[in-house]
């Protein structure tokens, strides 16, 4: 387990409702998605917020010990376990879960999931092959970035697993309560594909949000978890729905 990856508990330590594994996006800093843990919390559920880190080749394996531990914290309190992944977060999570048959996640909450991304990601993933090392600055905000530039590697790893899984999501629906978080102009996945992979899934929902009312100097439509992105109003919204899909 990482360094950077924490337990969060709930208060209400005779009434834990279920466990919940909170994953990140690529190169983001982990305690930004403080404010969804503190939200799942106060609601209830004990979370393991991890951090996959900066090394590509051990997002995998530390994804897989961080379900470990969680899956064991769950099983002893006798509570589901639910997945709540962004961006990258959310693309190993849904590798894990078609690759392992006997996974035990009751319900998902997906932001913006990295498994369908705009064409020109593959740029950097193909120049990965040539010069891993070299780092492209981070297009994300500087307080939500856990460092200022993203390696060709990373995006050559994202790509790698994104390729790991497409025939798997073609053929396969992911038959668990799943709540898809995407907006239409978002600058790294496409969200048209994303809500139509959804349409294909019963078990599957989706919201579109906006940042419009977000006070950010710079809007950042991949960016969505927490009030400051998208903004109070909106952010109310998606709190209310992950209420209803969670059956708080």
Request: glycine letters at 4%; aromatic letters at 10%; proline letters at 5%.
């Amino acid at each position: 387990m990482s360094e950077k990856t924490k337990w969060f508990y709930t208060e209400f330590k005779n009434d834990t409702r279920a466990v919940v594994l909170l994953a990140h996006g690529l190169n983001l800093r982990p305690d930004r998605m403080d404010q969804l843990a503190i939200f799942f919390t106060s609601n209830k559920c004990d979370v393991l917020r991890i951090s996959l880190g900066a090394d590509p080749d051990k997002w995998v394996d530390r994804f897989h010990d961080d379900y470990d531990a969680a899956l064991e914290h769950a099983e002893v309190l006798q509570r589901p376990l639910y997945f709540v992944g962004f961006s990258l977060g959310a693309l190993i999570g849904i590798r894990f879960l078609l690759k392992h048959s006997d996974h035990q996640f009751k319900k998902l909450v997906l932001f913006a999931p990295a498994t369908h991304t705009h064409f020109y990601t593959a740029i950097p993933a193909m120049l990965g092959h040539l010069a891993p090392s070299i780092g492209l600055p981070s297009m994300n905000l500087l307080n939500y970035r856990e460092r200022k530039s993203t390696t060709l590697n990373e995006y050559k790893k994202m790509h790698e697993l994104q390729n790991d899984i497409k025939y798997a999501l073609k053929n396969n629906s992911i038959n668990i309560p799943t709540l898809l978080i995407t907006s239409p102009n978002d600058e790294l996945v496409e969200s048209s594909k994303l809500i139509k992979f959804a349409q294909s899934n019963p078990h599957w929902q989706c919201l579109e949000v906006s940042n419009h009312g977000s006070q950010l100097p710079r809007k950042y439509n991949h960016l969505m978890i927490d009030s400051e992105a998208l903004g109070p109003e909106q952010w109310e919204i998606l709190l209310k729905r992950l209420i209803s899909h969670l059956s708080f």
